[in-house]
């Protein structure tokens, strides 16, 4: 007769293979958010350097989870941005007010 695996064994294998399987996106995809993003971002007058710096510090915070960032429009991004020490204040004030 097989052997039973415990529960507890059964669970954490199944959170691991799906944390594995979340991270796991194909580069070119990664990529293409990553551009639109800094695309979205230099249309409203952003400078490109700026905005990959930051992003790239955005994703690092949030585990290379873009949900937080890419929701509503990169609001956490527009935010980041703002308060970066080389901001357009006046693309912060258009868009914050």
């Not at 059964?10 to 695309?39: G, H, Q, T, W």
């Not at 700026?50 to 290379?64: A, D, M, P, S």
């Not at 990169?74 to 357009?88: G, H, I, K, S």
């Amino acid at each position: 007769m097989p052997q039973s695996i415990p529960f507890t064994i059964c669970i954490y294998i199944k959170f691991d293979a799906y944390f594995i399987a979340s991270r796991m996106a194909a580069p070119n995809a990664l990529e293409e958010r990553f551009n639109d993003a800094v695309r979205s971002m230099t249309s409203i007058g952003y400078r490109k350097e700026t905005v990959e710096r930051i992003l790239k510090k955005l994703l690092t915070v949030y585990g290379h989870n873009w949900v937080h960032i890419e929701a509503d429009n990169y609001t956490t991004l527009v935010n980041a941005l703002c308060d970066a020490d080389d901001q357009n204040p006046k693309v912060c004030s258009l868009l914050l007010f």
